[in-house]
């Protein structure tokens, strides 16, 4: 084999590796625009556009394809890994932290070249960026700085020794890459996380939808579910009652979790069902007995 083709070949295990990134990290489907009927895919792959509600207004996430102008395609690796660990644009700008930087931080170099190298490779799409729908203070990039300071710890996630290999992976998959925290945390008035809720759900989560508690609490967590049970949602999007989920937790198992491995799904399991429970009630008109997810 040609040194170009041993280069290609390689590129080529480097974007298959990078597609199963993309799909740990639930699929980014913030990123492809839809017509909500179902879930029904209306914009160009990528290509940006979605309207994320927020309490603090409506952010419209940007085009990752790799068009030259309008895309990433114009980043460097360097760009790319400065982006997913500090939030910051290749301009020197802030990101806002709707996207999820607080936790793609966390991801190993190797995962984070990896997803670069799937995203160079799907296709190009030419969609300028729709401006946000924010109002003042909170959509001044440059206040973002100072939000950082206060909420924003820069770090790749450390392994637990105490803990065994399969804990570590689903703690690094979750907290990592599947952004897990992100919507089932709730924020305060800044959009700082609440650590000593970390898990525990929001009830103004994605799109203003609840997001429930994924803690092992006993009545108003998962507390009751099996490792299984949550292996099993993350695959098919059903509860243990077979009622199955809907929102942005349906399309992130639909464009990311399903496809990871059994393996990796269990993992994520057993993290999740070793946290901390905590008794913190988020679904309405619940019976107290009930799981969040019944």
């Not at 979605?50 to 114009?74: C, H, M, Q, V």
């Not at 703690?171 to 970390?198: F, I, K, Q, V």
């Amino acid at each position: 084999m040609t040194a170009a083709g041993g280069a290609r070949a390689q590129q080529t295990d480097a974007a298959a590796r990078g597609e199963y990134i993309f799909r740990a990290a639930g699929g980014c489907s913030c990123h492809t625009n839809i017509v909500r009927e179902g879930i029904v895919r209306g914009g160009p792959f990528l290509a940006g556009g979605r309207p994320l509600k927020t309490p603090f207004g409506t952010f419209y996430s940007p085009n990752i394809t790799p068009d030259a102008e309008t895309g990433i395609g114009g980043w460097s690796e360097a760009d790319f890994l400065r982006a997913m660990r500090q939030g910051i644009a290749p301009d020197g700008s802030h990101y806002f932290p709707v996207f999820p930087y607080t936790s793609f931080t966390k991801a190993s170099d190797a995962d984070l070249r990896d997803l670069k190298a799937y995203l160079d490779a799907v296709p190009a799409v030419r969609q300028v960026n729709r401006e946000h729908d924010v109002a003042a203070p909170y959509g001044w990039r440059a206040t973002v700085g100072a939000w950082k300071w206060l909420y924003f710890e820069q770090g790749r996630w450390q392994p637990d020794a105490a803990k065994s290999e399969t804990w570590n992976r689903g703690a690094y998959l979750a907290n990592a890459l599947a952004h897990c925290g992100e919507c089932h945390t709730p924020r305060g008035a800044l959009g700082g996380a609440d650590e000593a809720l970390r898990y525990a759900g929001a009830r103004d989560g994605p799109e203003g939808e609840p997001a429930p508690n994924i803690t092992p609490h006993a009545t108003t967590g998962i507390g009751r579910w099996s490792t299984g049970d949550v292996a099993k949602l993350l695959k098919t999007g059903l509860k243990p009652d077979f009622d199955d989920v809907q929102g942005v937790m349906a399309e992130a198992i639909e464009a990311g979790y399903r496809h990871l491995s059994d393996a990796d799904r269990a993992a994520i399991a057993e993290y999740v069902l070793s946290l901390p429970p905590i008794d913190n009630r988020i679904e309405r008109d619940k019976p107290a007995s009930d799981s969040p997810y019944d």
